[in-house]
């Protein structure tokens, strides 16, 4: 099987753990409101700019259009679902950035859970069902050509500053420096 979409699958494992990270800094509230404050607001800007800037943005602007020219039942079906996600998932990075801005870590604990869920469940849908459409719809060549392309867009975007991202979940996931 051809491997072009393992920049994506690399990707999830990425976001996985930001979300695992999400979920356990709750356990800051109320014992280091600070810190929690300070986590939360890097992981914010972790899915802002690793999750969607890189990521979502391979799947809209090159796999999602070349899916649909493909199939044109995708195109109404799962890909706008994916679509839609990735909408619901800026609208509750906004809120929960506007929650810890107001102070409120309760809501934004709650937030955060239902946009970790939110995410998961994405994830494996894309896993288990779009990327496998994907490797039985396009050719090799489909499939090297897309690739090709999501190279393309990190370097434009910086492959140091991705990199940078998920260096940066180890330091957050750091238990003396975080919890």
Do not use: C, W
């Not at 039942?73 to 990075?93: Q, V």
């Amino acid at each position: 099987m051809n491997n072009s979409l393992k920049v994506l699958f690399d990707e999830h494992e990425v976001i996985t753990r930001a979300a695992d990270l999400a979920k356990n800094a709750k356990a800051l509230i109320g014992k280091n409101d600070e810190e929690y404050e300070l986590t939360v607001s890097e992981l914010i800007r972790f899915f802002r700019i690793y999750a969607d800037q890189y990521h979502h943005h391979k799947e809209e602007e090159i796999l999602f259009p070349e899916m649909a020219k493909k199939n044109e039942l995708l195109a109404e079906g799962i890909i706008k679902e994916m679509f839609d996600n990735h909408t619901y998932f800026r609208d509750l990075i906004r809120d929960i950035e506007a929650d810890l801005e107001a102070g409120d870590y309760v809501e934004v604990s709650l937030k955060i859970d239902e946009y970790t869920e939110s995410l998961l469940d994405h994830i494996a849908v894309e896993d288990e069902e779009v990327f496998q459409t994907a490797y039985s719809i396009f050719s090799e060549d489909d499939l090297d050509n897309i690739n090709f392309r999501f190279m393309d867009l990190d370097r434009e975007l910086g492959e140091t500053k991705k990199k940078d991202f998920a260096d940066m979940l180890k330091l957050l996931n750091n238990p003396q420096q975080v919890f």
